[in-house]
């Protein structure tokens, strides 16, 4: 398995960036994956953002990006995406896809339950 995500950049607060993570050797739409967005700041722990569950297509948003960000799948380009609006200068981190099998609700948001990480993209949002 292979995550590639891009997308990331330099923005203003305020501004939108849509990140996609192109995966192979798992299918995203696949009803035992989850995919998911992670992010680490500078000097910071890695924490989650958001995940998809294919199963029942379940999303999990961490509070700090409700409303604003969005996480979808396309089936034909087997890729998934966050769509980040709204951008403020406490997202910038390096974001990472991950992708899961047969995760159930509560362990979406906790890296250990994922198997496969991408490189990450960096986004950074200036004030």
């Known amino acids: 398995v292979q995550l590639q995500a891009s997308g990331g950049g330099l923005v203003q607060a305020g501004d939108s960036l849509r990140l996609s993570c192109a995966a192979s050797?798992?299918?995203?739409?696949?009803?035992?994956?989850?995919m998911a967005w992670f992010r680490q700041a500078p000097g910071k722990e890695r924490e989650f953002v958001a995940a998809?569950?294919?199963?029942?297509?379940?999303?999990v948003y961490t509070d700090a990006v409700k409303g604003r960000f969005a996480i979808s799948r396309d089936s034909a380009k087997n890729t998934v995406n966050l769509q980040m609006n709204s951008l403020k200068p406490e997202d910038t981190a390096v974001y990472f896809c991950a992708a899961g099998r047969r995760l159930i609700t509560s362990s979406m948001g906790r890296d250990q339950a994922y198997n496969y990480w991408g490189q990450g993209t960096l986004v950074t949002v200036s004030s």
């Open positions: 998809r569950r294919g199963r029942d297509s379940s999303v």
């Open positions: 050797g798992v299918t995203v739409t696949d009803r035992d994956v989850t």
